[in-house]
């Protein structure tokens, strides 16, 4: 499975921005898919994730009614829209991928199996 994850950049606080996720290699509809993040200095940290059909998704506490995860099966992407952005979302941004049977449809925030590269986000006060 590869991923290429896009849509970073630099914004001001209160912005909103899209990233994007192209998933290849695997069938995309079995893929349950994940965004995560990493602030310099950092750990890892899970930021949303949605099943394979999009029928089920979650979030992080602190992104909860300001980012949205969704996924489009016929295009192979997933996206993540992120509005009301704060200083401290600033992180490099990665997509997840892990393979799962049709009846698996649910989300996971860990035991990924495939990581794409960071697509920066820098949000300015």
């Known amino acids: 499975v590869q991923l290429q994850a896009s849509g970073g950049g630099l914004v001001q606080a209160g912005d909103s921005l899209r990233l994007s996720c192209a998933a290849s290699g695997h069938t995309f509809s079995r893929l349950a898919m994940g965004w995560f993040r990493q602030g310099s200095g950092k750990e890892r940290e899970f930021v949303a994730a949605i099943s394979w059909s999009g029928g089920s998704t979650d979030y992080e506490d602190s992104v909860k009614d300001r980012f949205t995860i969704s996924r489009d099966n016929a295009k192979n992407m997933v996206y993540l829209q992120m509005s009301s952005l704060r200083p401290e979302d600033t992180a490099a941004y990665f997509c997840?991928?892990?393979?799962?049977?049709?009846?698996?449809?649910?989300?996971?925030?860990?035991?990924?199996?495939?990581w794409g590269q960071g697509t920066q986000v820098t949000v300015s006060s």
């Open positions: 997840a991928a892990k393979p799962v049977d049709y009846y698996e449809d649910y989300t996971t925030n860990y035991d990924y199996d495939y």
